[in-house]
């Protein structure tokens, strides 16, 4: 008995030395359920949307009834015009087809395309302090102006031509959101905290339960998109199930799957899909790994997050 249990301990501390990434992480708690093992992600979960959202009726699940998105006052910089209706009748090869083209158009000598797009942000790795994407206008939602990263949005309109195409309708609930309107949003939710009461340390993480501390929402980066309707539910519908059955031919993921809140910090967000580039999109759809997983990455650097709750706390 003691022999075993000598044997399990140098297991655990192998597996500790070892672990770093989630996939590994997730074989220790499948092996050793008593052992206690430090969870990748030490901020609180949090749904990086920061519209207050009403919960629809069951009975009509892919109509949008989320509340009207917060308007982005920071105006972004608009490098090509939305597409032409007329694109769509004229090319006659397919969207899938030239999403493929396209991507081969930024293939390196490893055949990966979108290099670029392979990057981790989140609670751990927020964006870099200052740097901001340039943007292309994909759509309306609510007569409002929708953008993405200018090297990510024709892939996203390339999908939406797709989905048409097959019966589906991919409505642009929410795209790139500023660092300053977010950070408007947390402020905001922070002060109202304060004024019911609450210690600066317990308004602060309350709101940090809600909204994404700024810079560390890939909306920030231009690169996500929350499609028709920020609801679990969303999952049940023909529209999620197309995304998730071709998202990856047009290089995004879901990126916060079902039961991987302890990898990646964000709640089960079915609606948000993530443009990673064609080929690690293929990869991760394949292997079913979160992005964290996928890129080996545990906890990063989060002195701009504690840098953050400092300055807000001590307003
Ligand atoms: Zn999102």
């Known amino acids: 008995m003691i022999r075993k249990m000598m044997g399990t301990a140098l297991i655990v501390m192998i597996l500790l030395n070892t672990a770093c990434n989630g996939v590994e992480q997730r074989a220790e708690e499948v092996r050793l359920p008593m052992i206690e093992i ?7 979960p949090v749904t990086e949307v920061t519209a207050i959202v009403t919960m629809p009726p069951v009975t009509e699940p892919t109509v949008i009834r989320t509340a009207p998105p917060v ?12 597409p032409s209706p007329a694109n769509n009748v004229v090319v ?20 990966v395309d979108n290099s670029w797009a392979l990057w981790l942000i989140n609670a751990n790795n927020p964006m870099p302090p200052g740097s901001s994407p340039n943007l ?7 007569s409002q102006n929708r953008y993405l990263d200018s090297r990510a949005a024709p892939f996203a309109l390339l999908m939406m031509e797709a989905a048409r195409n097959d019966g589906i309708t991919l409505t642009l609930v929410s795209t790139f959101r ?26 602060f993480d309350y709101t940090a339960s809600m909204i994404a501390i700024p810079g560390t929402s890939e909306h920030n980066a231009g690169v996500a998109i929350d499609f028709n309707w920020i609801d679990e539910r969303f999952d049940q519908t023909e529209t999620f199930r197309w995304l998730r059955d071709n998202a990856h031919n047009f290089g995004f993921i879901l990126r916060y799957p079902r039961n991987t809140t302890h990898i990646t910090g964000i709640i089960y967000e079915p609606w948000h899909f ?14 079913g790994l979160t992005l964290e997983e996928y890129m080996g990455v545990c906890a990063g650097d989060n002195s701009v997050v504690a840098a953050f709750r400092n300055q807000t706390i001590n307003r």
């Open 38 to 44: 430090p969870t990748i992600v030490t901020t609180p």
């Open 71 to 82: 308007i982005e006052t920071t105006p972004p910089v608009i490098e090509t015009s939305p």
């Open 92 to 111: 006659s090869d397919s969207p899938l087809q030239r999403a493929s083209n396209l991507a081969a158009e930024s293939m390196n000598s490893a055949g």
């Open 136 to 142: 292309t206008l994909i759509g309306t939602y609510n």
């Open 178 to 203: 500023s660092i300053e309107r977010q950070t408007i949003n947390f402020l905001s939710r922070y002060e109202n905290a304060i004024s019911r009461g609450l210690s600066p340390d317990a308004a």
């Open 274 to 287: 993530r443009f990673v580039g064609l080929y690690h999109a293929a990869k991760i759809h394949e292997s």
